[in-house]
Nanobody, 129 residues
Framework: QVQVVESGGGLGQAGGSLRLSCTTQ?????????MGWFRRAPGKAREGVSC????????YTADSVKGRFTVSRDDAKNTLYLQMNNLKPEDTAMYYC?????????????????????WGQGTQVTVSS
């Protein structure tokens, strides 16, 4: 059974930084799968934050975080990262890691929740002003 586990969330200050990590267990061909980070703030729809294709050839980053957040992956460690810099209070949300279907090129060229096959449980990020 595939497990997707996020970590690294917590309380951050405006202008500060946090790094989220996403590790997987039981997932075959990690390096070939697109993956991404999504978030849901209270009362808002889930938003695709940043996604990366298999092998990291392509990335997609939402305008709301462009220039501040960077997605990356370490295929040797089966881990996905989200480096979040210059945090803002509006970044407060539950952050989810999503894994795409093997062979799909959707995640990385775009970042839509409908292209995610497996979700993690999420990690809360709260940014104080």
């Amino acid at each position: 059974q595939v497990q997707v586990v996020e970590s690294g969330g917590g309380l951050g200050q405006a202008g500060g930084s946090l790094r989220l990590s996403c590790t997987t267990q039981g997932l075959q061909n990690f390096e070939l799968r697109g993956m991404g980070w999504f978030r849901r703030a209270p009362g808002k729809a889930r938003e695709g934050v940043s996604c990366i294709s298999g092998r990291g050839d392509n990335t997609y980053t939402a305008d709301s975080v462009k220039g501040r957040f960077t997605v990356s992956r370490d295929d040797a460690k089966n881990t996905l990262y989200l480096q979040m810099n210059n945090l803002k209070p509006e970044d407060t949300a539950m952050y989810y890691c999503g894994v795409g279907l093997l062979g799909s090129v959707a995640l990385g060229s775009s970042c839509r929740a409908t292209d995610v096959k497996t979700w993690g449980q999420g990690t809360q990020v709260t940014v104080s002003s």
